[in-house]
């Protein structure tokens, strides 16, 4: 008997990872309906048998909003009262403060998250943020969907997102099971999951443990399952990996030395990004004037949320920098359009690829490069004209880095700017060093083999449809 599926994509990373992932090569009993607000070109290129719609428009209003903050406030403060590890309040979930307004509400949640650090309180706040969406008019038009349409079981790609909780509320209000799939590593400790789910499906048996950690109420410990992750399925294509004269002469890189690449974080805990990319310019500068083997940094900012402060970095070392900008940030295409579909996962792919290593401040795109067998290596020293705002002990607290308490050599950590220059003068020994425990962490986090992620997914999806 034919089910039919809605899948339910908010983000286009998400779907891109997907598509890469096979996902949508459905098993020959299934029917799919792919629901969204994303763009991309892979939308057009989904086989013909699936539809695609596009999501209501969406219309929450303050109050909604304020009760997601304060429920995620909450929530940290609770699960520091009731964890092993008390650092959850780190994790941020003001989005900014930058007039009163701002300010006067984020303050008035951190006062009122003390009375409702509680399962009770937690519990209330969700029934409140969950009614108050139940009035939005994208709720209604999304039961008002569902119930034209009728399917088995809602798939949705993304725990966090707003534009998720509606359509996954509506569909449980009408009795339809709902699997929910955690799109990061780092995301159970956070504290914003946005919506419930029948089940869930997680990266990792760490990660199961984690969501029976924190929703030891909510989750049955049978109604998770370890499928794996489709964000690293492309690394084992070679489809993906775009032909290194293409890729250097797209991006005008030098052929003739080893590339390092620094990765930029999200702005709000990246503050001082531009500070370390100079000290590795400086140590390859200095490095290059009295040694045969040259490298090079290539720098990928975050596509999302873009520093300017590396304009004039880039500026100033534009000899021993170039930035590798993802295809949708360039005003031209710099490679031929047979590399438009996959383009943007390939850019990533053949960056890491043709790396030597990575240089980043605490940025889980080291988690990439060691799937690629590159070193990672974290900046951990303090900046004397950082910003102000800036804590670079305060961000190697977060819990999700509890995950190297059993690999504590995974990720090399330099402890001041002077060891970037003794990296550089004996980087082939440190390249062996630790391969294993290097790939033994990488595998505690995102089930191996990576590229069967698709057929472990569609395994849960027939033992919930069945």
Not at 184 to 212: F, H, I, Q, R
Not at 235 to 244: A, H, S, V
Not at 262 to 274: A, E, H, L, V, Y
Not at 338 to 351: E, F, H, K, P, Q
Request: with cysteine; charged share 25%; glycine share 4%.
């Amino acid at each position: 008997m034919r089910k039919k599926i809605i899948s339910i994509f908010v983000g286009y990373q998400s779907f891109e990872n997907h598509y890469a992932s096979d996902f949508f090569e459905t098993p020959e009993n299934i029917d799919m309906l792919v629901w969204h607000n994303v763009k991309s070109s892979a939308l057009g290129k989904l086989p013909k048998d699936i539809q695609t719609q596009q999501l209501p428009e969406f219309d929450y209003k303050g109050k909604t909003d304020f009760l997601r903050y304060l429920k995620a406030k909450s929530t940290l403060r609770y699960n520091d009262k009731t964890q092993a590890t008390k650092k959850h309040l780190l994790y941020r979930v003001a989005p900014g403060k930058s007039n009163f307004k701002k300010k006067l509400k984020f303050g008035l949640i951190s006062v009122l998250s003390r009375c409702y650090a509680s399962k009770k309180g937690i519990q209330k706040l969700e029934d409140n943020f969950f009614n108050q969406t139940r009035t939005s008019t994208y709720y209604n038009q999304c039961l008002a969907y569902l119930k034209a349409n009728t399917p088995d079981m809602i798939y949705c790609s993304h725990q966090v997102s707003s534009l998720s909780l509606a359509p996954v509320l509506a569909a449980r209000d009408l009795g339809i099971p709902v699997v929910s799939f955690i799109h990061s590593w780092d995301n159970l400790p956070k504290g914003n999951k946005m919506l419930k789910a029948d089940y869930y499906l997680v990266w990792s048996d760490y990660m199961k443990e984690e969501m029976t950690a924190y929703y030891p109420d909510e989750v049955k410990e049978n109604n998770i399952k370890v499928t794996g992750t489709p964000q690293f399925v492309c690394y084992t294509k070679p489809e993906y990996l775009i032909e290194k004269e293409l890729f250097y002469k797209a991006y005008n890189l030098p052929i003739n030395k080893k590339l390092l690449c620094f990765s930029g974080n999200f702005t709000s805990i990246g503050m001082d990004d531009p500070l370390y990319l100079k000290d590795l310019a400086e140590a390859v500068k200095a490095h290059n004037q009295t040694s045969s083997e040259q490298y090079h940094v290539i720098l990928r900012a975050n596509p999302a949320d873009y520093n300017q402060g590396f304009i004039p970095i880039l500026a100033e070392y534009k000899d021993v920098i170039t930035e590798v900008i993802p295809t949708w940030n360039h005003e031209e295409f710099p490679l031929p359009d047979t590399y438009r579909l996959n383009s943007n996962l390939g850019v990533l792919d053949s960056t890491l690829y043709y790396s030597s290593a990575i240089f980043n401040i605490g940025s889980t795109m080291a988690l990439d490069a060691i799937l690629l067998g590159k070193p990672a290596f974290y900046c951990h020293y303090k900046q004397t004209n950082g910003h102000k705002d800036f804590n670079i002990d305060r961000l190697y607290q977060f819990v999700h880095f509890k995950t190297f308490n059993k690999h504590p050599k995974a990720i090399h950590l330099l402890q001041k700017p002077e060891a970037l220059a003794r990296i550089l003068q004996d980087f082939d020994t440190l390249e062996q060093q630790n391969r294993d425990e290097r790939a033994a962490w990488a595998k505690s986090i995102a089930k191996h083999p990576l590229n069967e992620f698709r057929a472990r997914m569609y395994n849960a999806f027939q033992n919930v449809l069945s």
